[in-house]
Each structure stands twice: as structure tokens, then as C-alpha cells.
């Protein structure tokens, strides 16, 4: 069963997207911002479930307090191809506070030169924003390139972080 919450927040309202685990609690597999690019949308048959993401919104208005520096939320781990999957285990490891290009996260899954390009579009669809901290991957020049939620966006949470001054 498909579970959804409305969470408010300094970006706009963001919308988490889970399935239910025993107990309960919700196993997160989207988070949405809005006008973002390839946001989810509540679909028929979607059951509106505060409550079980509880622990995922609490996490969040502590990041957004810089209160927290990583998430520990449970993750869908059956979103996206192999390939994306491995980019975003590689963008769980970029320390809060700091950055890293989209070359150096093609080094690190393997795939330098041309593969900047497929690592760049594995970012961009990336599903858990904020909590996936994509944000936190920049152009090789410093420059803030696209963010899927808007680079306004992608400023902000890195001035949180304490990155841009």
C-alpha cells in the first residue's frame, strides 16, 4: 500500500511518498518539493498517512534547524536502475558542509570521462531530495548547476550547511 504525508518546510511543502513496514512506520521512496522537476504527484488509491512518517518529518525539521547532518530514515532500496542506485549510495557518502563534483561521484561508481553525463542525469532523478543530499554535487568550476527542485533551492541548502558564505 502506497502512503503519502504533506510535510511543511523552508522549501515549500514537501510531500513523502512511502509504503508501510511492520509496525507501521513508513519505508520512504519519494520526496517531493514543489515545482520540481519530475516531482511525484498523489495518485488514485494512495492512503494519506501522517503519522507513519512521523520519524522522516521530525529528522527533516531537524536538519532544517541544523540540529541533524545525515538522515537515518528507512529507504525504498527497489527505486531506480542499478545504476542509479549505485550514484546515490556514492551521494549519501558527501559530508554535510561540503561538496563535491559530478566528475569526482563518476570516479567514484566507475564511470569517468563520458559518464559524467549519465551520473549527472542519475542525479537529477534522484527521488529523496534533501535526504539524498544530491544538493551537495556542483560543477567541477564551483558552479551550482541544475538542482531538480530549482538552484535557488540548492543555494539555500547549502548556505545551511554552512558551504556558501
Not at 69 to 87: H, I, K, M
Amino acid at each position: 500500500m502506497t502512503v503519502y504525508a504533506y510535510v511543511d518546510g523552508p522549501l515549500g511543502e514537501m510531500l513523502l511518498v512511502g509504503r508501510l513496514a511492520p509496525g507501521g512506520r513508513a519505508v520512504l521512496r519519494s520526496l517531493s518539493l514543489p515545482g520540481q522537476k519530475g516531482a511525484v504527484v498523489v495518485e488514485d488509491g494512495w492512503t494519506p498517512a501522517p503519522g507513519a512518517f512521523e520519524e522522516v518529518a521530525g529528522q527533516l525539521r531537524e536538519y532544517f534547524a541544523g540540529e541533524r547532518e545525515r538522515f537515518e530514515v528507512p529507504c525504498d532500496d527497489g527505486v531506480g536502475t542499478e545504476f542509479q542506485r549505485r550514484v546515490w549510495r556514492v551521494l549519501e557518502d558527501v559530508p554535510y558542509g561540503s561538496t563535491v563534483s559530478y566528475g569526482e561521484i563518476a570516479r567514484r561508481v566507475g564511470s569517468a570521462g563520458a559518464g559524467v553525463r549519465a551520473v549527472g542525469t542519475a542525479i537529477g532523478r534522484n527521488p529523496l531530495l534533501v535526504v539524498r543530499p544530491c544538493h551537495r554535487v556542483i560543477g567541477a568550476d564551483g558552479a551550482l548547476r541544475g538542482y531538480a527542485a530549482g538552484v535557488e533551492r540548492k543555494e539555500r541548502l547549502l548556505g545551511l550547511e554552512g558551504v556558501l558564505v
